[in-house]
């Protein structure tokens, strides 16, 4: 009886079934390998969007004054780093389950590389052989939430600046005005 990752068993498959197995898993571990790289392009790009949300709304501050409406920025920001704070989830569990896919393969080949691997850093429980990424991953989303709170507590909170009354045309007075006189 195949297990359910298997669709067949070795002998209901025929001779080639450790060479397709070996492609299979070579694939996968590839596949696995282009979740980390989008992983880290996406941590890289929210990174950057972050950062340029707080020097928006810095240079916002400096350039235009203090408005109430300068809230949407730090806004904007957290809720990127709702969004950024799932992503970093949803990587985790997806490469979660590939792992565990890519371990029951490997009770089919035979060496177990990365569930050894895994085994050796105490699976992610013990910190002082490994931590896993997940964990600093997720304090850069709530480092820069807790920036963005403070940011829209301040721009709800400070006062606003007054806005500069138009400076009022003065009539020249006969006195004001230049004589013709050489």
């Not at 298997?6 to 694939?27: A, V």
């Not at 004054?65 to 704070?85: K, Q, S, T, Y």
């Not at 964990?135 to 909170?157: D, S």
Request: glycine share 4%; with cysteine; aromatic share 12%.
């Amino acid at each position: 009886m195949p297990s359910q990752l298997q669709s067949r068993t070795p002998e209901e498959y025929g001779e080639k079934y450790q060479d397709h197995l070996l492609e299979q898993y070579k694939l996968f571990v590839e596949t696995s390998q282009r979740v980390s790289e989008k992983r880290q392009t996406s941590n890289n790009y929210l990174l950057t969007l972050c950062s340029s949300l707080v020097t928006l709304f810095v240079t916002f501050l400096s350039t235009f004054g203090h408005h109430r409406w300068n809230v949407l920025i730090p806004v904007a920001g957290l809720f990127v780093c709702f969004i950024w704070w799932s992503l970093v989830n949803s990587y985790k569990d997806l490469n979660t389950a590939k792992f565990k896919v890519i371990h029951e393969m490997e009770e089919q080949l035979p060496v177990a590389l990365f569930d050894y691997e895994w085994h050796v850093c105490g699976k992610g429980k013990d910190r002082t052989k490994y931590m896993p990424l997940t964990h600093l991953e997720r304090l850069v989303p709530l480092m820069f939430g807790a920036l963005f709170v403070g940011l829209t507590a301040y721009a709800l909170l400070a006062p606003v600046d007054k806005k500069p009354e138009p400076a009022k045309a003065e009539t020249p007075s006969i006195h004001a005005l230049p004589s013709k006189t050489p």
